[in-house]
């Protein structure tokens, strides 16, 4: 069971915990600080295996079993890391920001004019989108998006597939003229 089946609804009871869980600990993060909603949590969860771990005893205690700690199968568990795991994550982590520092170089050096005219509106239309949401604010929305758009894409899929094509053609048509109009902002054919 995957992260698509989530966020696709395929087990409702497991899409609905997630979904609500996440939420809350977003809306929690609104009212209460990260250290005290960490906190928090680390306090319900220790709450609720003492609970757990003291009921167990009484009960062993009254029918006299001996049925040993209720968590030994977890506490067996091995949860370190290998060190090829770790190599593995550092060496994505490294692809990723290496790829992120040449692209940020590229737009901001203006190595093509075109897209970083589209960085620069993209970075004005944020600075909008700053004023009227913090992160949070912005975070929360697009949970509830992931949870909600591909639900809805798949049951409009024809009708959005149509009115995406139309946006997209009437972009290009723009753009074509934009680059048209700027002398030095022809793309070069690749």
Same mark, same amino acid.
């Given at each position: ?21 996440? +939420?809350?600990?977003?809306? #929690? ?21 003492? #609970?757990?771990?003291?009921? *167990? ?47 940020? %170089? ?25 004023? +009227? ?17 591909? !639900? ?14 139309? !946006? ?8 074509? *003229? ?7 902002? *022809? %793309?070069?054919?690749?």
């Amino acid at each position: 069971f995957g992260a698509i089946d989530l966020l696709y609804w395929r087990n409702v009871k497991q899409s609905g915990a997630v979904f609500g869980s996440v +939420l809350l600990l977003l809306f #929690s993060l609104t009212q209460f600080s990260v250290v005290s909603v960490g906190a928090y949590l680390a306090l319900a969860a220790l709450s609720a295996t003492i #609970s757990f771990r003291i009921y *167990k005893s009484v009960l062993q205690a009254v029918q006299k079993t001996d049925e040993g700690h209720p968590f030994k199968s977890y506490l067996e568990v091995e949860i370190s890391l290998s060190q090829d795991q770790i190599g593995k994550y550092a060496d994505k982590a490294l692809l990723y920001s290496n790829t992120c520092m040449k692209e940020l %170089r590229r737009l901001f050096l203006v190595q093509d004019l075109i897209d970083s005219l589209k960085f620069a509106v993209l970075m004005w239309l944020l600075t909008y989108v700053g004023a +009227l949401f913090n992160g949070l604010t912005l975070l929360i929305l697009a949970v509830v998006s992931m949870f909600s758009m591909p !639900i809805v894409y798949e049951k409009n899929q024809a009708q959005i597939d149509q009115y995406v094509g139309l !946006i997209r053609t009437q972009v290009n048509s723009v753009v074509g *003229k934009i680059q048209a109009k700027i002398p030095g902002a *022809k %793309r070069k054919e690749e």
